[in-house]
């Protein structure tokens, strides 16, 4: 069954805050504010008993009542670690809403990234791009202003300090220091701030960005 219903959008307060997000895998969310948000990774925490599942399921007949109460098993499992998922990405997408005026996501180019094996399970895994729905119907609902940078914006290579841009960064490196003024950064942090700035908020320590040229699109509610 379906139903259209029709509802009033519900304007929240405003507030003076803004937050750029930068989002990864091992931790699911870094704000500019520096606060980190995990994911409950719900696959990666069952995959064990997933697998046995799958196995029990190949072992049947297709078409006997075993094979079909098997997948029944299989079906709700994954069932589950949806429900998990989008408990998750509704409660967070909720509370940011609610806490800032402006959000700002990078671009990112999920349908490529699920390409590469090594990072496809937990990329699906965390829901992304559900989350990025998310923000985007809410912002829309309760007259918040929703912005996405370009996904060639080098979020991880500029210090948010000085501006200085050093050079691509090996994945495994989550700390750096920049050889123009000497800050030490977080790497997600650091990118959370540049989001930040390159979506229009000017507020890093030296009010960097305010000039600089980039192309934030999304959707805002007056």
């Known amino acids: 069954m379906s139903f259209v219903v029709e ?3 519900e304007v929240l307060p405003k507030t003076d805050n803004s937050v750029g997000i930068d989002l990864g ?3 699911f969310a870094t704000f500019s504010d520096g606060t980190k948000v995990d994911a409950p990774k719900p696959l990666k925490k069952r ?3 997933l697998r046995k599942l799958s196995k029990s399921l190949s072992h049947k007949t297709k078409g006997s009542k075993r094979y079909e109460k098997a ?3 299989v079906a709700k499992f994954h069932g589950k670690l949806k429900d998990t998922r989008t408990d998750f990405l509704h409660k967070l997408s909720t509370e940011i809403i609610r806490e800032n005026q402006t959000i700002i996501l ?3 180019n999920v349908s490529g990234m699920v390409k590469n094996r090594k990072l496809s399970r937990a990329i699906s895994d965390l829901g992304w791009r559900q989350f990025r729905t998310f923000l985007e119907g809410k912002a829309e609902k309760y007259g918040r202003d929703f912005r996405v940078i370009s996904r060639w914006e080098p979020t991880s290579q500029v210090c ?3 501006g200085f841009k050093g050079g691509k960064l090996n994945l495994q490196v989550r700390e750096w220091e920049c050889l123009n003024c000497g800050a030490k950064h977080d790497r997600d942090e650091n990118a ?3 989001i930040l700035v390159a979506g229009g908020q000017s507020e890093t320590k030296n009010g960097r960005g305010g000039k600089r040229k980039t192309t934030a699109y999304g ?3 007056q």
């Open 219 to 221: 959707s805002s509610s």
């Open 160 to 162: 948010s300090n000085c």
């Open 106 to 108: 990078e671009d990112l």
């Open 192 to 194: 959370a701030i540049n």
């Open 7 to 9: 509802i009033q959008p």
């Open 47 to 49: 995959i064990n008993k």
């Open 25 to 27: 895998i091992k931790t």
């Open 71 to 73: 997948r029944v098993r």
